[in-house]
T-cell receptor, first 118, second 116 residues
Framework: GNSVTQMEGPVTLSEEAFLTINCTYT??????LFWYVQYPGEGLQLLLK?????DKGSNKGFEATYRKETTSFHLEKGSVQVSDSAVYFC?????????????????FGQGTILTVHP | GAVVSQHPSRVICKSGTSVKIECRSL??????MFWYRQFPKQSLMLMAT?????????EQGVEKDKFLINHASLTLSTLTVTSAHPEDSSFYIC????????????FGPGTRLTVL
C-alpha cells in the first residue's frame, strides 16, 4: 500500500535559518505529491504540489522537488520567518491505479511541527 | 477561490447522542468530498470518500453505521456521528475536490467534537 514518512519533529529554528523537512514515500502507482500546512487553529492549506518526476513545486519561498529515484519530496526554504511556524504535512495522491480507476485519495505523513523564533 | 467551510467548529455532546457536522464548498461545486479524523499530534486518517448522489465509500475499520455520510448536493456533505461515545472525541476535517483538478483537495477548518 501507499505510505508517507516524514522527518520527525518538532523542528525549532531561528528566523532566517534554512529549513529542510524530509519526506519519503512508497506508492504502487504514479502519485502526485503535496505539502500541506496547518497554521495554529486553522485547517490544512495546500502549500505546493508536483505531479510528475523531476517537477518542482514552489510557493511562498518554499520548494520541493519530486525525486522518483529516491522516492522523496523534501521541503526546503532558504530563510524562514516566525510566521512560518505551523505543522507541515507531506502527502501523496495515487490518482490512478493500474486498472485506470481514479481514486484521488490522499495519504498523509505524520506531520512535522515547525517553530521559528525571532 | 476554493473555500470549504465546516459547521459547527466546536461541539460538545453527551454520550449516546448524535451529532451532525456539515461541510460546504462555498465557491465551487465539489465533485468529491472526503472526511478525515485527526487525533492530537497525529496525522489525518481518511474515514470515507463521498460523491454527490451516491453512497460513501468507507475506509477499512470505519463503521459506516456509526459515521453516516450524506452528500446531498454538489456543495454539501454531512457527517453524522451516531450514538457518540467519549472515544469518538476527535477533530473531524472535511475536504473537497473540484472538476478539472481532482488531485488537489481543499480542506475545511475542522470540527472539534467532545463527547462527555
Amino acid at each position: 500500500g501507499n505510505s508517507v514518512t516524514q522527518m520527525e519533529g518538532p523542528v525549532t529554528l531561528s528566523e532566517e535559518a534554512f529549513l529542510t523537512i524530509n519526506c519519503t514515500y512508497t506508492a504502487t502507482g504514479y502519485p502526485s505529491l503535496f505539502w500541506y500546512v496547518q497554521y495554529p487553529g486553522e485547517g490544512l492549506q495546500l502549500l505546493l504540489k508536483a505531479t510528475k518526476a523531476d517537477d518542482k513545486g514552489s510557493n511562498k519561498g518554499f520548494e520541493a522537488t519530486y525525486r522518483k529515484e529516491t522516492t522523496s519530496f523534501h521541503l526546503e526554504k532558504g530563510s524562514v520567518q516566525v510566521s512560518d511556524s505551523a505543522v507541515y504535512f507531506c502527502a501523496l495522491s495515487d490518482l490512478w491505479d493500474a486498472g485506470g480507476t481514479s481514486y484521488g485519495k490522499l495519504t498523509f505523513g505524520q506531520g512535522t511541527i515547525l517553530t521559528v523564533h525571532p | 477561490g476554493a473555500v470549504v467551510s465546516q459547521h459547527p467548529s466546536r461541539v460538545i455532546c453527551k454520550s449516546g447522542t448524535s451529532v451532525k457536522i456539515e461541510c460546504r464548498s462555498l465557491d465551487f461545486q465539489a465533485t468529491t468530498m472526503f472526511w478525515y479524523r485527526q487525533f492530537p499530534k497525529q496525522s489525518l486518517m481518511l474515514m470515507a470518500t463521498s460523491n454527490e448522489g451516491s453512497k460513501a465509500t468507507y475506509e477499512q475499520g470505519v463503521e459506516k453505521d456509526k459515521f453516516l455520510i450524506n452528500h446531498a448536493s454538489l456543495t454539501l456533505s454531512t457527517l453524522t456521528v451516531t450514538s457518540a461515545h467519549p472515544e469518538d472525541s476527535s477533530f473531524y476535517i472535511c475536504s473537497a475536490t473540484r472538476g478539472g483538478d481532482t488531485d488537489t483537495q481543499y480542506f475545511g477548518p475542522g470540527t472539534r467534537l467532545t463527547v462527555l
